[in-house]
Protein backbone atom coordinates (compact mmCIF):
# COMPACT_ATOMS: atom_id res chain seq x y z
CA UNK A 1 0.00 0.00 0.00
CA UNK A 2 1.19 3.65 -0.84
CA UNK A 3 1.18 6.19 2.04
CA UNK A 4 2.72 8.75 0.85
CA UNK A 5 0.63 10.13 -2.33
CA UNK A 6 -1.51 13.07 -3.05
CA UNK A 7 -5.03 11.81 -2.66
CA UNK A 8 -8.41 13.45 -3.13
CA UNK A 9 -11.20 13.52 -1.01
CA UNK A 10 -12.67 10.43 -1.87
CA UNK A 11 -9.45 8.51 -1.56
CA UNK A 12 -8.71 9.79 1.79
CA UNK A 13 -11.79 7.88 2.98
CA UNK A 14 -11.66 4.99 1.06
CA UNK A 15 -7.60 4.70 1.60
CA UNK A 16 -8.73 4.50 5.66
CA UNK A 17 -10.78 1.33 4.86
CA UNK A 18 -7.85 0.15 2.65
CA UNK A 19 -5.84 0.01 5.44
CA UNK A 20 -8.43 -1.61 7.87
CA UNK A 21 -8.92 -4.53 5.30
CA UNK A 22 -4.89 -4.54 4.74
CA UNK A 23 -3.33 -4.08 8.48
CA UNK A 24 -6.60 -4.22 10.30
CA UNK A 25 -6.64 -7.66 12.35
CA UNK A 26 -2.85 -7.18 13.04
CA UNK A 27 -3.11 -3.82 14.27
CA UNK A 28 -6.03 -4.00 16.68
CA UNK A 29 -4.47 -7.48 17.76
CA UNK A 30 -1.49 -5.25 19.16
CA UNK A 31 -3.35 -2.22 20.05
CA UNK A 32 -5.69 -4.05 22.48
CA UNK A 33 -2.59 -6.44 23.78
CA UNK A 34 -0.36 -3.28 24.75
CA UNK A 35 -3.44 -0.95 25.57
CA UNK A 36 -5.46 -3.60 26.74
CA UNK A 37 -4.42 -3.97 30.22
CA UNK A 38 -3.94 0.33 30.66
CA UNK A 39 -8.16 0.38 29.56
CA UNK A 40 -9.54 -2.50 32.06
CA UNK A 41 -7.35 -0.91 35.04
CA UNK A 42 -9.25 2.92 33.77
CA UNK A 43 -12.64 0.30 33.82
CA UNK A 44 -11.77 -1.20 37.49
CA UNK A 45 -11.39 2.48 38.20
CA UNK A 46 -14.65 3.90 36.90
CA UNK A 47 -17.21 1.07 37.60
CA UNK A 48 -15.39 0.47 41.44
CA UNK A 49 -14.51 4.00 42.31
CA UNK A 50 -17.29 6.36 40.29
CA UNK A 51 -19.68 3.14 40.19
CA UNK A 52 -20.42 3.68 43.88
CA UNK A 53 -20.43 7.59 43.48
CA UNK A 54 -23.31 7.29 40.93
CA UNK A 55 -25.29 5.26 42.46
CA UNK A 56 -25.11 7.54 45.60
CA UNK A 57 -26.13 10.21 43.38
CA UNK A 58 -29.15 7.82 42.09
CA UNK A 59 -30.25 6.72 45.65
CA UNK A 60 -29.85 10.53 46.76
CA UNK A 61 -32.72 11.54 43.89
CA UNK A 62 -35.01 8.68 44.00
CA UNK A 63 -34.82 8.58 47.60
CA UNK A 64 -35.92 12.65 47.80
CA UNK A 65 -33.41 13.45 50.38
CA UNK A 66 -31.84 16.95 49.60
CA UNK A 67 -28.96 16.53 51.40
CA UNK A 68 -27.95 12.92 51.03
CA UNK A 69 -25.62 13.03 48.23
CA UNK A 70 -23.48 15.98 49.97
CA UNK A 71 -23.32 13.94 52.87
CA UNK A 72 -21.94 10.99 51.12
CA UNK A 73 -18.95 13.28 49.39
CA UNK A 74 -18.32 15.18 53.32
CA UNK A 75 -17.84 11.79 54.22
CA UNK A 76 -16.05 9.80 51.46
CA UNK A 77 -13.80 13.13 50.23
CA UNK A 78 -10.43 11.20 50.62
CA UNK A 79 -11.56 8.10 49.03
CA UNK A 80 -12.85 10.53 45.63
CA UNK A 81 -9.59 12.62 45.47
CA UNK A 82 -7.59 9.13 45.70
CA UNK A 83 -9.78 8.00 42.92
CA UNK A 84 -9.44 10.93 40.88
CA UNK A 85 -5.65 10.84 41.31
CA UNK A 86 -5.40 7.60 40.63
CA UNK A 87 -7.92 7.91 37.10
CA UNK A 88 -5.47 11.05 35.95
CA UNK A 89 -2.04 8.83 36.27
CA UNK A 90 -3.78 5.78 34.17
CA UNK A 91 -5.69 8.58 32.05
CA UNK A 92 -2.32 9.78 31.43
CA UNK A 93 -0.74 6.03 30.23
CA UNK A 94 -3.92 5.26 27.99
CA UNK A 95 -3.25 8.64 26.37
CA UNK A 96 0.41 7.49 25.38
CA UNK A 97 -0.75 4.26 24.23
CA UNK A 98 -3.56 5.52 22.74
CA UNK A 99 -2.82 8.72 20.46
CA UNK A 100 1.02 7.42 19.90
CA UNK A 101 -0.30 3.79 18.78
CA UNK A 102 -1.91 4.67 15.55
CA UNK A 103 0.87 6.90 14.04
CA UNK A 104 3.74 5.22 15.44
CA UNK A 105 2.13 1.66 13.45
CA UNK A 106 1.58 3.74 10.22
CA UNK A 107 5.10 4.60 10.11
CA UNK A 108 6.82 1.54 10.96
CA UNK A 109 4.54 -0.02 7.95
CA UNK A 110 4.80 3.32 5.88
CA UNK A 111 8.97 3.10 5.99
CA UNK A 112 8.80 -0.83 5.65
CA UNK A 113 5.99 -2.03 4.05
CA UNK A 114 5.34 -4.91 6.49
CA UNK A 115 2.19 -6.21 6.11
CA UNK A 116 2.75 -6.60 10.20
CA UNK A 117 4.26 -5.35 13.29
CA UNK A 118 5.82 -7.41 16.02
CA UNK A 119 4.91 -6.17 19.30
CA UNK A 120 8.90 -5.94 20.39
CA UNK A 121 8.80 -2.89 17.78
CA UNK A 122 5.73 -1.38 19.11
CA UNK A 123 6.71 -1.23 22.45
CA UNK A 124 10.25 -0.26 22.25
CA UNK A 125 8.93 2.89 20.09
CA UNK A 126 6.33 3.74 22.50
CA UNK A 127 9.25 3.74 25.25
CA UNK A 128 11.36 5.94 22.90
CA UNK A 129 8.68 8.47 22.61
CA UNK A 130 8.05 9.04 25.88
CA UNK A 131 9.53 12.40 26.48
CA UNK A 132 8.57 14.07 23.16
CA UNK A 133 4.78 12.64 24.11
CA UNK A 134 5.24 14.52 27.53
CA UNK A 135 6.39 17.90 25.52
CA UNK A 136 3.66 17.44 23.46
CA UNK A 137 0.93 16.88 25.89
CA UNK A 138 2.21 19.76 28.52
CA UNK A 139 2.20 22.14 25.31
CA UNK A 140 -1.04 21.38 24.16
CA UNK A 141 -2.23 21.93 27.94
CA UNK A 142 -0.78 25.18 28.05
CA UNK A 143 -1.12 26.78 24.72
CA UNK A 144 -3.15 25.00 22.48
CA UNK A 145 -6.26 24.24 24.93
CA UNK A 146 -6.54 27.57 26.17
CA UNK A 147 -6.33 29.19 22.52
CA UNK A 148 -8.77 26.42 21.52
CA UNK A 149 -10.93 27.48 24.53
CA UNK A 150 -10.81 31.03 23.34
CA UNK A 151 -11.50 30.48 19.81
CA UNK A 152 -14.56 28.09 20.40
CA UNK A 153 -15.75 30.61 23.15
CA UNK A 154 -15.69 33.59 20.58
CA UNK A 155 -17.96 30.91 18.28
CA UNK A 156 -20.43 30.09 21.23
CA UNK A 157 -20.79 33.82 21.40
CA UNK A 158 -21.68 34.42 18.15
CA UNK A 159 -24.77 31.85 17.91
CA UNK A 160 -26.69 34.89 19.26
CA UNK A 161 -26.65 35.88 15.74
CA UNK A 162 -26.55 32.08 14.27
CA UNK A 163 -23.16 32.62 12.38
CA UNK A 164 -21.54 31.17 15.57
CA UNK A 165 -22.84 27.36 14.77
CA UNK A 166 -21.36 27.99 10.97
CA UNK A 167 -18.24 28.98 12.98
CA UNK A 168 -18.02 25.82 15.07
CA UNK A 169 -18.87 23.79 12.00
CA UNK A 170 -15.96 25.43 10.26
CA UNK A 171 -13.34 25.44 13.39
CA UNK A 172 -13.98 22.65 15.33
CA UNK A 173 -12.43 20.30 12.75
CA UNK A 174 -10.14 21.85 11.49
CA UNK A 175 -8.28 22.94 14.73
CA UNK A 176 -8.72 18.96 15.29
CA UNK A 177 -6.54 18.08 11.71
CA UNK A 178 -4.22 21.01 13.33
CA UNK A 179 -3.50 19.17 16.35
CA UNK A 180 -3.45 15.73 15.21
CA UNK A 181 -1.33 17.18 11.97
CA UNK A 182 1.07 18.52 14.46
CA UNK A 183 1.43 15.46 16.49
CA UNK A 184 2.14 13.58 13.30
CA UNK A 185 4.98 15.64 12.13
CA UNK A 186 6.41 16.34 15.64
CA UNK A 187 6.85 12.38 15.49
CA UNK A 188 8.11 11.56 12.60
CA UNK A 189 10.57 14.35 12.13
CA UNK A 190 13.25 16.17 14.22
CA UNK A 191 11.29 19.34 13.80
CA UNK A 192 10.07 20.70 17.77
CA UNK A 193 6.99 21.03 18.95
CA UNK A 194 6.56 24.79 17.75
CA UNK A 195 7.65 23.90 13.94
CA UNK A 196 5.48 20.80 14.23
CA UNK A 197 2.62 23.43 14.97
CA UNK A 198 3.55 25.42 12.26
CA UNK A 199 3.88 23.31 9.53
CA UNK A 200 0.18 22.10 10.54
CA UNK A 201 -1.31 25.26 10.28
CA UNK A 202 0.75 25.61 6.71
CA UNK A 203 -0.62 22.42 5.50
CA UNK A 204 -4.21 22.49 6.62
CA UNK A 205 -4.95 26.10 5.89
CA UNK A 206 -3.35 25.17 2.44
CA UNK A 207 -5.39 24.63 -0.60
CA UNK A 208 -6.23 21.70 0.86
CA UNK A 209 -8.00 22.59 3.08
CA UNK A 210 -11.74 21.62 2.28
CA UNK A 211 -10.29 18.14 1.34
CA UNK A 212 -9.21 17.63 4.75
CA UNK A 213 -12.01 19.40 6.69
CA UNK A 214 -14.42 16.81 4.48
CA UNK A 215 -12.60 13.88 5.40
CA UNK A 216 -12.00 14.62 8.98
CA UNK A 217 -15.74 15.77 9.50
CA UNK A 218 -17.07 12.39 7.92
CA UNK A 219 -15.29 9.98 9.87
CA UNK A 220 -15.82 11.90 13.19
CA UNK A 221 -19.24 11.55 12.07
CA UNK A 222 -19.30 7.77 11.44
CA UNK A 223 -17.69 7.26 14.43
CA UNK A 224 -20.49 9.44 16.81
CA UNK A 225 -23.25 7.71 14.96
CA UNK A 226 -21.95 3.96 16.43
CA UNK A 227 -21.17 5.54 19.53
CA UNK A 228 -24.63 7.12 20.26
CA UNK A 229 -25.50 3.43 20.28
CA UNK A 230 -23.92 3.61 23.62
CA UNK A 231 -24.51 7.03 24.47
CA UNK A 232 -28.44 6.56 24.27
CA UNK A 233 -28.84 3.44 26.22
CA UNK A 234 -28.38 5.52 29.73
CA UNK A 235 -30.61 7.95 28.84
CA UNK A 236 -33.68 5.35 27.83
CA UNK A 237 -32.73 3.40 31.14
CA UNK A 238 -33.34 6.52 33.23
CA UNK A 239 -36.01 7.88 31.22
CA UNK A 240 -37.82 4.29 32.11
CA UNK A 241 -36.90 4.63 35.55
CA UNK A 242 -39.32 7.95 35.97
CA UNK A 243 -42.04 5.67 35.28
CA UNK A 244 -41.04 3.49 37.47
CA UNK A 245 -42.66 4.11 41.43
CA UNK A 246 -39.50 4.66 43.45
CA UNK A 247 -40.87 3.94 46.99
CA UNK A 248 -40.87 -0.09 45.46
CA UNK A 249 -37.16 0.56 45.31
CA UNK A 250 -34.67 -0.30 48.09
CA UNK A 251 -30.52 0.64 48.45
CA UNK A 252 -29.48 -2.58 46.70
CA UNK A 253 -31.83 -1.51 43.51
CA UNK A 254 -30.24 1.79 43.10
CA UNK A 255 -26.97 0.51 43.75
CA UNK A 256 -27.22 -1.81 40.90
CA UNK A 257 -29.15 0.80 39.02
CA UNK A 258 -26.27 3.41 39.46
CA UNK A 259 -23.45 0.29 38.33
CA UNK A 260 -25.78 -0.74 35.24
CA UNK A 261 -25.53 3.16 34.05
CA UNK A 262 -21.69 3.55 35.04
CA UNK A 263 -21.03 -0.09 32.86
CA UNK A 264 -22.29 1.44 29.97
CA UNK A 265 -20.65 4.35 29.98
CA UNK A 266 -17.41 2.06 30.68
CA UNK A 267 -18.28 0.32 27.17
CA UNK A 268 -19.03 3.50 25.50
CA UNK A 269 -15.38 4.40 26.63
CA UNK A 270 -14.40 1.09 24.76
CA UNK A 271 -15.80 1.56 21.98
CA UNK A 272 -14.92 5.60 21.68
CA UNK A 273 -11.21 4.37 22.11
CA UNK A 274 -11.03 1.91 19.39
CA UNK A 275 -13.04 3.35 16.93
CA UNK A 276 -11.12 6.79 17.80
CA UNK A 277 -8.28 4.83 15.98
CA UNK A 278 -10.01 5.24 12.34
CA UNK A 279 -9.80 9.21 12.86
CA UNK A 280 -6.45 8.67 13.26
CA UNK A 281 -5.60 6.39 10.28
CA UNK A 282 -7.75 9.38 8.28
CA UNK A 283 -5.39 11.97 9.79
CA UNK A 284 -2.32 9.43 8.56
CA UNK A 285 -3.55 9.71 5.09
CA UNK A 286 -4.09 13.31 5.21
CA UNK A 287 -0.67 13.89 6.73
CA UNK A 288 1.00 11.49 3.92
CA UNK A 289 -0.92 13.80 1.41
CA UNK A 290 0.92 17.10 2.67
CA UNK A 291 4.24 15.52 2.47
CA UNK A 292 5.30 15.76 -1.25
CA UNK A 293 8.62 16.63 -0.22
CA UNK A 294 8.82 12.36 0.27
CA UNK A 295 6.34 11.34 -2.30
CA UNK A 296 8.92 10.70 -4.98
CA UNK A 297 11.33 8.72 -2.90
CA UNK A 298 8.67 6.30 -2.10
CA UNK A 299 7.68 5.83 -5.68
CA UNK A 300 11.42 5.45 -6.52
CA UNK A 301 11.33 2.95 -3.56
CA UNK A 302 8.13 0.78 -4.74
CA UNK A 303 9.91 0.49 -8.32
CA UNK A 304 13.06 -0.25 -7.24
CA UNK A 305 11.32 -3.50 -4.60
CA UNK A 306 9.49 -4.38 -7.97
CA UNK A 307 12.94 -4.42 -10.20
CA UNK A 308 14.31 -6.82 -7.24
CA UNK A 309 11.53 -9.33 -6.93
CA UNK A 310 11.62 -9.55 -10.95
CA UNK A 311 15.19 -10.60 -10.95
Known amino acids: MQFYKKRDFGELISATFDFLKLYGRDYFKKYIIINGLIIILLLIVIVIGFGEFIAQMFSSNLGGEQF ?3 DYFAQNTIVLIMVGIISIIIFMLLSLVSYSFPVLYMKRVSESSALTVTIDEMTSDIKSIIPKFLI ?3 GMMFFIVPISFIIIGISVALMMILIGFLLI ?13 SFFHYYHTNDGYFASIRYALNAVLSKSFWKYWGSITIM ?6 ITSVFSFLPIIIITGSEFVDSSGMDAGSDDLFGIVIISIYAISIVASLIL ?5 VNTGFMYYDTRTDLHRNQQFSEIDSIGKSEV
Open 136 to 138: FFF
Open 68 to 70: YFE
Open 169 to 181: MLIAPAMLNVINF
Open 220 to 225: YLIIQV
Open 276 to 280: TNLLY
